[in-house]
């Protein structure tokens, strides 16, 4: 039997048949599963897309698309969806390829809260909708041929040299001020010194008159001669003295003898007397010459420490004269502006004293001082009693004339210069009074500014309250806090409000506005190319101060065909200037925004009013007083302008440009924009202002979502084959898990 070949050919076309019936078998089943994976994806992909497609149409109007459905409507929507395109056969045909739904997870990955898919969805809807071009040409109106931003230059350059000027002005006079008051105590003491030396020259006269032409050494030796007499005499008129005592002694009654005796003690003594009375003036006369010795040399040093005093007093009066002609110097180097700005500043010249002014005022001091150095050289080489400048009366003569002579000057200096002084202080409290009347006059002009420098409609506190202050009481964050923090972002501090009250604070404010301006123009069309997009954004999806008020060509209301519905915002006609500036109320936003559209329109016409030939004739060369009549006047002018702009018309950008170059309130509102806004902290307003209007939170606002299916794959052969291609098997289905992610 075992030699039998009976069945031989069945078997081995069973083992032939069976491989290929298993390898065609598993075949089969991974095609119908690949093919139920092809499907199961598709599926997966159009219900996602079907999810997306019911976005919020609320959002839609502001350019932005997120489901517009809950979490639960979305996946019951995915599921829905899904199954119908899984369930291809329908109506009972057969289908070779059947998957079956199992279960599906849906999740969105970013929402709108997200800055960067914010972002992204902002720049898709306004890079079709505003050119950058559009934004561009705003910055166009004040550069090229319109040469506004020429003229912006020249008044802030202008404007800081005015300040550099004024201080070197009052340095200078406050140098000339102590030239002044040095000058005016040499003049004193010119005086003083006159009549003093004009005393010690009398008593040096009289004294000389009195000694006359002997010398010391005469009248010693006569002195001498003239006690030795009276020591001779004395010791006679003691003989004679002894002999009448001894006589009267011996009791001689000679009384003739006696008488003669007596007589001639008399005669004695009168001629002693007159010898004493001699030797008396001629001591006398010693006492006068040791006198006018004495008052002679220290007259000498005297002047001669008061020549010292005098030179000194003349070198600090050069000191000062020389710091205010260096100072002086400065304010010319200083008087320059861009040549194409149209400022003059030839009239300013008159800020600067001439330097004759310099010339005269050393001439009168310095000669002043060399005058009394030629008196106290006089005076030193004036003998006491021999040689050729021997103090007599003809000495006497040439010593008053040169005393006279620096007293004259001086007196004659003082009268010359003080003229010139009391012109300078006039025209210098000429310019206080004129600065005083221009502040004043700017000061009344804003005072009159401020009444429209807002316009806010109904009450907006509470909206501002949720915005930026939240609910301590609750624990709810405000929701510009809350935006921030979900991206992670500080919130930027808001801008401080421009409050230009006065004169100074309007010039610094305005110039430092005009720098800025000029360097955010310059780098607009190269740099900030997304910041434009998001600009005009601003002010395409949000309201302004003069929302509606804007006339068309047609001379009617320009209409706004935008979705975003902006009439019925929570905050009225302030939002674009709420996204500039961040701040905490209506007023302080609008007055931000109208502040500095005013500084703008300030800088303008107070170049305008530099440009003017009036002002060469009203600012007396000051160039100070120059700005703050322009400032003045331009002021009057900007109100004018302001009046216009806030009531929503085009307002020419200069007298200067051609008629056509015109600017309205958004158009200064995209200067702004592109000058103060960070990117963050503008979209996180924007991001709180649709909430605000919408109470869509866009932070459950999906724009990204993910999902992972599962399906399963019925088989009709060998369901272990399968595993061999990877695929799970439970019983006799495959599982087929897909994943999808989709956006906006």
Same mark, same amino acid.
């Given at each position: 039997m075992w030699k039998s070949r009976a069945g031989s050919v069945s078997i081995s076309l069973i083992l032939l048949i069976a491989p290929l019936f298993t390898f065609h078998a598993a075949l089969i089943d991974a095609a119908r599963v690949q093919m139920g994976e092809r499907q199961a994806e598709t599926a997966t992909k159009t219900a996602l897309r079907s999810v997306l497609s019911a976005y919020d149409p609320t959002l839609r109007g502001y350019g932005l698309f997120a489901v517009g459905l809950n979490p639960a409507a979305s996946s019951d929507l995915f599921e829905q969806v899904l199954t119908e395109n899984l369930n291809t056969g329908g109506n009972g045909s057969f289908s070779v390829v059947q998957p079956s739904f199992v279960s599906a997870k849906l999740q969105p990955l970013y929402t709108l809260g997200n800055q960067s898919v914010f972002g992204r969805q902002v720049l898709e809807e306004m890079k079709y909708r505003a050119p950058v071009e559009f934004a561009l040409g705003v910055t166009d109106k004040l550069t090229g041929k319109s040469g506004a931003a020429s003229m912006l230059g020249?008044?802030?350059?202008?404007?800081?040299?005015?300040?550099?000027?004024?201080?070197?002005?009052?340095?200078?006079?406050?140098?000339?001020?102590?030239?002044?008051?040095?000058?005016?105590?040499? #003049?004193?003491?010119?005086?003083t010194y006159e009549a003093y030396y004009a005393k010690k020259l009398e008593r040096l006269d009289e004294l000389c008159r009195l000694i006359g032409l002997r010398t010391a050494?005469?009248?010693?030796?006569?002195?001498?001669?003239?006690?030795?007499?009276?020591?001779?005499?004395?010791?006679?008129?003691?003989?004679?003295?002894?002999?009448l005592a001894g006589l009267l002694q011996a009791g001689v009654q000679a009384v003739e003898q006696l008488i003669a005796i007596q007589q001639a003690i008399g005669e004695l003594e009168r001629k002693l007397g007159d010898i004493q009375k001699q030797i008396?003036?001629?001591?006398?006369? &010693?006492?006068?010459?040791?006198? *006018? !010795?004495?008052?002679?040399?220290?007259?000498?040093?005297?002047?001669?420490?008061?020549?010292?005093?005098?030179?000194?007093?003349?070198?600090?009066?050069?000191?000062?004269?020389?710091?205010?002609?260096? &100072?002086?110097?400065?304010?010319?180097?200083?008087?320059? #502006?861009?040549?194409?700005?149209?400022?003059?500043?030839?009239?300013?010249?008159?800020?600067?004293m001439p330097d004759s002014y310099y010339v005269k005022y050393k001439t009168g001091a310095g000669g002043l001082g060399a005058l009394f150095s030629g008196f106290e050289t006089a005076l030193s080489v004036t003998a006491l009693f021999v040689g050729e400048n021997k103090f007599d009366s003809a000495r006497k003569q040439d010593l008053d004339a040169s005393n006279e002579a620096y007293g004259q000057k001086a007196q004659q200096f003082a009268a010359e210069q003080g003229a $010139?002084?009391?012109?300078?202080?006039?025209?210098k409290d000429s310019v206080s009074k004129r600065k005083k009347e221009e502040k004043l006059r700017y000061a009344q002009i804003w005072d009159e500014l401020r009444k429209i420098w807002a316009d806010c409609g109904s009450d907006s506190t509470a909206a501002y309250a949720r915005l930026e202050v939240g609910d301590p009481a609750s624990g709810e964050v405000s929701l510009n806090r809350k935006y921030a923090d979900y991206n992670r972002i500080e919130s930027a501090q808001a801008a401080a409000n421009a409050e230009m009250g006065d004169s100074d604070t309007a010039i610094q404010k305005t110039t430092?506005?005009?720098?800025? &301006?000029?360097?955010?123009?310059?780098?607009?069309?190269?740099?900030?190319?997304?910041?434009? *997009?998001?600009?005009? *954004?601003?002010? !395409?999806?949000?309201?302004?101060?003069?929302?509606?008020? $804007?006339?068309?060509?047609?001379? *009617?209301?320009?209409?706004?065909?935008?979705?975003?519905q902006r009439e019925s915002h929570e905050l009225e006609t302030q939002e674009a200037e709420y996204l500039i500036y961040g701040l905490n109320s209506c007023l302080k936003n609008q007055s931000a925004a109208y502040a500095e559209m005013f500084a703008i329109r300030l800088a303008v016409r107070t170049a305008e009013a530099l440009m003017a030939?009036?002002?060469? #004739?009203?600012?007396?060369?000051?160039?100070l007083l120059t700005l703050l009549w322009a400032l003045a006047e331009g002021a009057g002018r900007a109100y004018?302008?302001? !009046?216009?702009?806030?009531?929503? $018309?085009?307002?020419?950008?200069?007298? +200067?440009?051609?008629?056509?170059?015109?600017?309205?309130? +958004?158009?200064?509102?995209?200067?702004? &924009?592109?000058l103060h806004t960070k990117r963050e902290p503008m979209m996180t307003r924007m991001q709180s202002l649709i909430e605000l209007n919408t109470n869509q939170d866009l932070r459950q606002s999906a724009a990204y979502m993910q999902v992972r299916t599962e399906t399963r794959v019925g088989l009709w052969f060998m369901p272990f084959t399968l595993s061999a291609f990877g695929y799970p098997v439970q019983g006799n289905q495959a599982q087929v898990t897909k994943s999808a992610m989709l956006s906006y």
């Open positions: 020249g008044v802030s350059q202008f404007a800081k040299q005015a300040g550099n000027i004024e201080t070197l002005i009052e340095q200078r006079d406050d140098e000339l001020d102590a030239a002044w008051s040095a000058s005016r105590e040499a #003049v004193a003491k010119a005086s050494e005469d009248l010693n030796r006569d002195i001498r001669a003239l006690k030795a007499q009276a020591d001779s005499l004395q010791q006679a008129i003691r003989e004679r003295q002894a002999g008396g003036d001629l001591e006398l006369i &010693l006492r006068y010459i040791a006198e *006018y !010795t004495l008052l002679m040399n220290t007259t000498k040093l005297e002047a001669e420490r008061d020549r010292i005093a005098m030179s000194d007093r003349v070198s600090r009066i050069f000191e000062k004269l020389d710091r205010a002609k260096s &100072l002086d110097d400065q304010i010319r180097a200083e008087l320059t #502006v861009p040549a194409d700005s149209g400022i003059a500043v030839d009239a300013l010249a008159a800020a600067t $010139e002084e009391n012109k300078r202080t006039a025209a430092g506005l005009i720098d800025k &301006l000029l360097g955010g123009i310059g780098s607009a069309a190269g740099q900030f190319r997304d910041e434009l *997009y998001y600009n005009e *954004y601003a002010l !395409t999806k949000f309201n302004y101060r003069t929302y509606g008020k $804007e006339i068309g060509p047609d001379g *009617y209301p320009k209409p706004d065909y935008e979705s975003s030939p009036e002002s060469k #004739v009203v600012t007396m060369g000051n160039p004018v302008d302001m !009046t216009k702009l806030v009531s929503g $018309e085009e307002v020419q950008v200069s007298d +200067k440009t051609p008629a056509a170059l015109t600017m309205n309130y +958004k158009d200064y509102l995209r200067l702004f &924009l592109m």
